[in-house]
T-cell receptor, first 117, second 111 residues
Framework: GAVVSQHPSWVICKSGTSVKIECRSL??????MFWYRQFPKQSLMLMAT?????????EQGVEKDKFLINHASLTLSTLTVTSAHPEDSSFYIC?????????????FGEGSRLTVL | GEDVEQSLFLSVREGDSSVINCTYT??????LYWYKQEPGAGLQLLTY?????DMKQDQRLTVLLNKKDKHLSLRIADTQTGDSAIYFC???????????FGAGTTVTVRA
């Protein structure tokens, strides 16, 4: 299957700093990527839809100024957690769909674990 | 409540078959998915089924879809210790490719 890579895999930062997480589609182009958040032993919660060349679409209750999303190319979306606080600590996972495939396959990255001290 | 519901735990003996069940609510869902998540890792797409299909088989995996009852199941034949993980059922509604996930079923394979 197609490969979606996230970087970094894990990051520890101090409260008040900003952290950027990258999501790359390695062998396909993705006009749309999705960012999810997962709390321990819970399901995935969709945060936002990242659209190449336009603004992201955020789900209800997700602060767009807190979670900045940029989709600058067909293979890269970034999520920046601004002024991070301990409650932002979570597992963040992105997914992407191959724009050239007419199937429903959606591939996920390996996830990025953020710990805010 | 959840749009997609799954039982939370399943324990199975190595070599037996595992059956994970899922119910969803939206009859207009186009695709239904099964993902596997191992500890600390992302989601691995196991298989998916289009809503006009009743069954899909891929090696040890068999997916059954009952559209009338909005019921989806995943059968893993000859379950191995490496199959221990959390399995998520997800439905795709509409054309925007947003997924709704169930809470996940933790499968434990015992020797």
């Amino acid at each position: 299957g197609a490969v979606v890579s996230q970087h970094p895999s894990w990051v520890i930062c101090k409260s008040g700093t900003s952290v950027k997480i990258e999501c790359r589609s390695l062998d396909f182009q993705a006009t749309t990527m999705f960012w999810y958040r997962q709390f321990p032993k819970q399901s995935l919660m969709l945060m936002a839809t990242s659209n190449e060349g336009s603004k992201a679409t955020y789900e209800q209750g997700v602060e767009k100024d807190k979670f900045l999303i940029n989709h600058a190319s067909l293979t890269l979306s970034t999520l920046t957690v601004t002024s991070a606080h301990p409650e932002d600590s979570s597992f963040y996972i992105c997914s992407a769909r191959d724009r050239d495939m007419g199937t429903g396959e959606l591939f996920f990255g390996e996830g990025s674990r953020l710990t805010v001290l | 409540g959840e749009d997609v519901e799954q039982s939370l735990f399943l324990s199975v003996r190595e070599g037996d078959s595992s059956v994970i069940n899922c119910t969803y609510t939206d009859s207009s869902s186009t695709y239904l998915y099964w993902y596997k998540q191992e500890p600390g890792a992302g989601l691995q797409l196991l298989t998916y089924i289009f809503s006009n299909m009743d069954m899909k088989q891929d090696q040890r995996l068999t997916v059954l879809l009952n559209k009338k009852d909005k019921h989806l199941s995943l059968r893993i034949a000859d379950t191995q210790t490496g199959d221990s993980a959390i399995y998520f059922c997800a439905e795709l509604k509409g054309g925007d490719y947003k997924l709704s996930f169930g809470a996940g079923t933790t499968v434990t394979v015992r020797a």
